[in-house]
């Protein structure tokens, strides 16, 4: 699992459209240029980005906060690949769900 | 025994002004009449679906925020249900969760003050930093 680019990293990329909402690259689609063995490759030390920014709540409502673990197919990405801790992915994912229920977010696929 | 709920549903996008006030007022009664509390209602405008709900690809979203008991968010759904232009409702109890921030940000507040404290969980390492 050689997959560097953690959705912490391309969430901070500006999204100021409200119309059409479109999630940054996450993680899991986008870099998979792990070699064979995948051990020469020097790999950051994935941190919880709810901890490291010491984000409380984690709302349903708050889609921007979301949106970036969430894979482009609608899947929400596991933790091995997102580096968010055991407490903060139970909560992401009961948020991701309820985020779901209300169309806030898609079951599958892209946000049509 | 009055917990906090929070009601959101979404009604079908070309839903009049007035009649979205109209399906409004009668949910605030409804909170009224059985002993609950409106706190906030909340027009957030309308907005793109994530997925197609009855055949609709946006809809208006409300948020009604109220306290009541368990029967009260029964009967608000029921009605939500039973009314032609709400397409879908959440209702999520939310009394818990701003009990467990409050007490999250009483900490914090707390080791600010006194940033020698024993650091543990999550502030452990940053808690000086933000004094300094």
Redesign the interface.
């Known amino acids: 699992m050689a997959d560097e680019t953690r959705p912490t990293s391309t969430s901070s990329a500006p999204d100021g459209h409200s119309?059409?909402?479109r999630p940054p690259r996450s993680g899991p689609g986008g870099g998979r240029e792990g070699g064979p063995g995948g051990r020469k490759y020097f790999r950051r030390k994935k941190v919880c980005k709810f901890?490291v920014e010491?984000i409380?709540?984690i709302n349903?409502?708050d889609v921007r906060l979301l949106a970036p673990f969430v894979a482009e197919s609608g899947k929400i990405v596991p933790r091995r690949l997102s580096g968010v801790c055991t407490p903060h992915q139970r909560r992401l994912s009961l948020a991701i769900k309820?985020a779901?229920?209300?169309?806030?977010?898609?079951?599958a696929g892209r946000?049509? | 025994m009055n917990r906090t709920y929070e009601l959101?549903f979404?009604v079908r996008p070309d839903m009049t002004e007035e009649d979205q006030d109209k399906l409004i007022s009668t949910l605030e009664t409804a909170v009224t009449s059985s002993g609950g509390q409106v706190k906030n209602m909340e027009k957030m405008g309308k907005r793109?679906?994530?997925?197609?709900?009855r055949k609709f690809?946006d809809?208006m979203y409300m948020?009604l925020t109220f306290e009541g008991g368990g029967g009260l968010v029964h009967e608000l759904e029921r009605r939500l249900r039973v009314s032609e232009p709400v397409i879908?409702?959440?209702s999520?109890r939310i009394d818990e969760?701003q009990k467990r921030?409050a007490k999250?940000?009483a900490l914090?507040d707390s080791k600010r003050k006194v940033p020698p404290a024993t650091p543990t969980a999550?502030?452990a390492g940053?808690a000086p930093a933000v004094t300094a």
Not at chain 1, 100 to 107: G, S, T, Y
């Open positions: 119309g059409e909402r901890c010491k409380d709540s349903y409502k309820q779901r229920n209300i169309a806030l977010l898609p079951f946000a049509a | 959101m979404i793109r679906l994530a997925y197609t709900v690809h809809g948020l879908k409702f959440l999520v969760e921030l999250v940000k914090r999550e502030a940053e």
